[in-house]
């Protein structure tokens, strides 16, 4: 960082401030000052889960409500993920050191015959920056490799992305085999892509139609909160 006269020096900030200023940061998709503001955080003793939920989540929300209202658009989201990522990157091994609470796992790929990843990509980044572990499979799925995946990783939420009209359909055929293995109770299933609409997601038996990625990332909170409460009933 260049130390102009308007420069905000990130070490001299307290807490509050510097928690405020990762959200702007965050926002503008400056990936060098989320670093740098991650390792500031931790240097006072916050731990990474705080720094995680009360910096980088916190920050993530705020894109992705403005994102929702049409605020930020695609280009711009894709900046706050990368510098979400970044930050991300320096938490991930202390996560696991520490035992942090996940939310949750993730599935999710688009599915065979589709080769688009935009949208999917934008959820993953998202669902990350809300504290779940993302599996991404990538384009092109054949249903074994979504079966194979939630089963291995002991997933809990299997997310299904399809652009083509052509290819939405396959969904389908995602969600009879897992009925017929008889696992499909075990598992929230979220689906999207511009074709979609919640009737397609209805008719094929998903649990919801996600129209972005910030909806996708509230609906995950919601039906994950959903799952734990019928657990302990």
């Known amino acids: 960082m260049s130390e102009d006269e308007d420069d905000i020096i990130l070490e001299d900030l307290n807490d509050e401030d510097l928690v405020l200023q990762m959200h702007d940061d965050l926002y503008d998709g400056l990936k060098e000052e989320i670093e740098e503001g991650v390792n500031i955080l931790l240097q006072r003793d916050w731990t990474p889960y705080d720094v995680l939920t009360k910096a980088l989540v916190e920050g993530m929300r705020i894109v992705g409500i403005d994102f929702r209202d049409g605020i930020l658009f695609v280009p711009e989201v894709l900046l706050a993920a990368n510098a979400m990522k970044a930050g991300m990157a320096i938490l991930k091994p202390l996560l696991a050191e520490t035992g942090a609470p996940r939310l949750g796992k993730m599935v999710i790929g688009t599915v065979k015959g589709d080769i688009h990843d935009i949208g999917k990509n934008l959820v993953c980044m998202m669902m990350e920056g809300a504290g779940f572990e ?71 038996g998903a649990d919801a139609y996600c129209r972005d990625a910030a909806v996708a990332v509230e609906t995950a909170k919601e039906l994950m909160k959903k799952k734990h409460n019928q657990m302990l009933a």
């Open 134 to 204: 993302v599996i991404d499979l990538g384009i092109n799925n054949p249903v074994e490799n979504y079966v194979n995946a939630i089963t291995n990783e002991k997933a809990d939420i299997l997310g299904m992305s399809a652009l083509l009209t052509t290819t939405m359909p396959y969904m389908k055929v995602v969600i009879d085999t897992l009925v017929q293995q008889g696992i499909r109770e075990d598992y929230v299933i979220l689906v999207g892509g511009a074709p979609l609409n919640e009737e397609f997601s209805k008719a094929i």
